[in-house]
């Protein structure tokens, strides 16, 4: 009992030595998608789904590192095949480790998700737990390289970011 906490007190320690503030996100999201094989056998049936989604999260940032909760609900329509729609739910926490003044954070997190199908479909319903860790390097200004580990899938993750600059915003 003494050793937990004396490790919460240092934790605490090191979160009230450094400035620290929170902030509440809010954010949605629209896909629209085309599916050729929704069912994924020789039958071939295509279908277009909409897919929306709805998150916030809890963000607890300092100098050094940002720990964030959160939780992401999505809803999947398909057009042609409504008994296929479904929903998802995720919720998570996830550490950022920030080194100094660079933009090359250095991820840990853990989350939980489900999905929701109608009867016909309890196939496809599922519940998962997942532990990651990532790093994020910059090798240009537009241009990242990702490379993580997942823990429950065993697998090792290498992807590149690479942003196009656009013109969305024109002067009137």
């Known amino acids: 009992m003494k050793n937990i906490l004396s490790k919460i007190s240092l934790i605490l320690f090191f979160i009230c030595s450094a400035s620290v503030f929170s902030q509440v996100n809010f954010y949605s999201g629209y896909q629209f ?3 050729d094989n929704i069912y994924n056998n020789t039958l071939q049936e295509e279908d277009f789904i909409n897919s929306f989604s709805l998150g916030a999260a809890y963000n ?3 100098e050094i590192n940002n720990i964030q909760f959160y939780y992401e609900g999505i809803f999947s329509d398909f057009q042609k095949q ?5 929903s998802a739910n995720k919720i998570g926490i996830v550490e950022t480790h920030l080194f100094g003044d660079s933009e090359n954070p250095l991820n840990a997190g853990v989350n939980y998700s489900f999905r929701l199908n109608r009867d016909e479909f309890k196939l496809y319903d599922f519940n998962q737990l997942s532990a990651y860790i990532n790093y994020r390097q910059s090798i240009e200004e537009k241009h990242f390289l990702i490379a993580g580990y997942n823990f429950f899938f ?3 993750i290498l992807k590149t970011l690479l942003f196009f ?5 024109k002067p009137f």
């Open 154 to 156: 065993t697998k090792m």
């Open 60 to 62: 607890i940032e300092s």
């Open 165 to 169: 600059p656009t013109q969305n915003t």
């Open 82 to 86: 409504k008994i296929r729609s479904f």
């Open 33 to 35: 998608i085309y599916d």
